[in-house]
């Protein structure tokens, strides 16, 4: 059994290595913070970059204290973006002693691909979906019934939009990661998941339908890419069942 750690702590000694990787997760997180904070406004106008592409030059508050708590919320957003990786090693730190080796393999390359997902789906709705959603809810301004509509942006209320945009796409291509992990457990199968692909192709629909604007075209954006994604997860499950079975070849002949 050398494939696995020798380690027979206590249940004591496990929650204090559990309490230290806490620890190291907050002054991470901590340190990220501090550092975007004190960026917070060059932060945010990266945001804001949609807005303008999409004609809108003025943004606002209304609420004395609305833009001092949109500059904490920014940085507490980018801080979690910064700090994402050290967490997630710590989380690996505590979890892999654990684990065996073939469990290891398994399980590292997944902790890997999760971030480049995630920044795929934010860059995806950064770039493409929110400037085109922007310029369709912008286009309402203009005369209704001889009265000016104009589109003046709180400041609070755009940081809404943005995050959502961008964690809900993010979260929404970790999709794969997902239906390997389920997979892996044993909690479903390939052919499971082939057989409701239908089921899958509505339930896009339904996610984007819920993240996006009410514009076809903005879920669509959403909806498309969540299909694809759902179809790659397929084949990756089908080259991970092919190399499990030649594995376990190897072993019996062995």
Sequence with gaps: MKDIDDTRAPLMEHLIELRRRLLWSFAALGAAFALCMYFARPIFAFLVQPLLRAGQGKIIYTDIFEAFFAEIKVAFFAAIMLAFPIMAAQLWQFVAPGLYAKEKRAFLPFLLITPVLFLSGAALAYYVAMPLALHFLLGYTGNVGGIRQEA???????????????????????????????????????LQLKAGRRYAIVGAFAIAAVLTPPDVFSQLLLAIPLVLLYELALIAIWFTEKRRAREAGLEAKA
């Design 152 to 190: 003046l942006p709180a400041v609070g209320n755009y940081l809404s939009f943005v995050t959502k945009f961008l964690f809900g796409f993010g979260v929404a291509f970790l999709l794969p990661v997902l239906l390997m992990l389920l997979e892996r457990a044993g909690l479903v199968t390939r």
